[in-house]
């Protein structure tokens, strides 16, 4: 009986120490599909941000709107799909990495870094007139200004105030403001010409059923448009969505707009509003009171019709952080003018070939054909009242667009999804 038991007793020990074993072999034989699991899984991660990195390294050599299937390491397992397009002024750039089953997919929106070289305060075209400051009128950083320079003036019942006209170096400018970049121009006059991409999904905007529109940027880009005026209230736009219409489009206050592109002719925008876009049409852009634009946005107005002198308007306490041009295609003998109210303000980069009605503030760079002051008393060319252009103010982390060159260097925006 005693033999009996202890037989039986070492059985269940021979079990349990069997069991034991198979558990643990079961443990670590699943430890180690986890640990492979997420190495892989890393890998992906590490490897999309590798693809980014390359179409920034990249950039001036991958066509837009193309896609490329890259082996990073030429070993067959780790790939990367990238695909780089024209979103306003900026690029969309997407790296897909995959391996075995994992796949990863990282979007960003690029943009150029401000080299020191860019990081001007103002360059005001020789118009063989001098600029003349009045009142508190700040100019801080690189400044080139004309041959006749700068001087105090007296105007409004005001005198210069500051101990310095210039803080900052001063250098010569030329007749002729930097020309624009026209590879900018291309993509986006062809969207105010209604030429499509060729992968967008195009709606007619009334047929749309609908107030909220979220969409990815790793799909096609959904492009919402009408023949007549389009009117933007009580509604979500956000992402990869663009909106032209070949008339006039009003962007209400309860709009909410963000990451997406506007094409129109006329482009108005309520006061109160607040969202990110990019805003380009080729007869006028008004933007009301208190209107915030949040960073990175766009103004861009390509003029050519004639007849609107006010062509791009910033009115009182609005605010944009981002990038703000007009430039004049068409041949017309009105002046046209850019007008920057009292108390508006500019974070970014500026550029008026044109006559600029500056009241306001810009913390970055301006580049200007002539200032054109009106008061309700008179008008006064090349001459600031109580002005600041101050690219000290611009946060050195900025990153904006190449304005007037192109640049192969290029730093994220944003992150998309």
């Known amino acids: 009986m005693l033999r009996a038991y202890s037989i039986l007793h070492a059985l269940i020990i021979a079990l349990l120490i069997a069991t034991v074993s198979g558990g643990l072999i079961m443990y670590f034989s699943l430890q180690q599909k986890l640990a492979a699991h997420y190495l892989w899984k890393n890998r992906v991660i590490e490897n999309s941000h590798s693809g980014l990195q390359l179409i920034m390294g990249q950039s001036g050599r991958m066509e837009s709107g193309k896609e490329a299937l890259v082996d990073l390491f030429d070993n067959q397992k780790d790939s990367v799909r990238l695909v780089k397009k024209n979103w306003g002024l900026f690029e969309v750039a997407v790296s897909e990495a995959m391996a075995r089953e994992h796949r990863h997919q990282k979007m960003a929106l690029l943009g150029t870094p401000l080299l020191p070289e860019s990081r001007l305060a103002l360059y005001l075209a020789e118009q063989n007139k001098p600029l003349a400051l009045c009142g508190k009128t700040i100019l801080k950083g690189t400044c080139y200004l004309p041959r006749s320079g700068v001087k105090r003036a007296y105007i409004e019942g005001q005198n210069f105030e500051g101990n310095e006209l210039v803080n900052g170096e001063k250098r ?186 500056m009241k306001g503030r810009i913390y970055g760079s301006l580049y200007c054909n002539k200032f054109n002051l009106k008061t309700p008393s008179s008008v006064y060319e090349n001459h600031l009242l109580n002005v600041e252009i101050n690219a000290d103010s611009l946060s050195d982390h900025f990153v904006g667009v190449g304005l007037v060159n192109e640049s192969a260097e290029k730093a994220i925006v944003k992150w998309l999804q």
């Open 172 to 357: 010569t400018s030329q007749k002729r403001l930097p020309p624009l970049n026209e590879s900018l121009k291309k993509v986006n006059l062809a969207y105010l010409n209604a030429d499509f991409g060729a992968t967008d999904s195009v709606v007619q905007f009334d047929d749309w059923q609908g107030d909220t529109l979220r969409h990815s940027f790793a799909h096609k880009t959904v492009v919402l448009t009408e023949t007549g005026p389009i009117r933007l209230a009580g509604i979500t736009l956000e992402g990869n969505v663009i909106v032209v219409s070949q008339t006039e489009v009003n962007i209400g206050s309860d709009a909410i707009l963000n990451d997406l592109i506007v094409y129109a002719p006329t482009v108005y925008i309520e006061a109160g509003f607040e969202g990110a876009i990019q805003v380009f049409a080729d007869e006028s852009i008004h933007v009301s009171e208190g209107v915030r634009l949040r960073y990175p946005s766009t103004l861009g107005l390509y003029k050519r019709t004639a007849g609107t002198t006010d062509a791009l308007v910033l009115s009182e306490k609005s605010r944009i952080a981002g990038v703000v041009f007009c430039q004049k295609i068409a041949d017309g003998r009105l002046p046209l003018r850019v007008v920057i109210e009292k108390d508006a303000l500019v974070e970014g980069q500026v550029y008026v070939d044109a006559e600029l009605d």
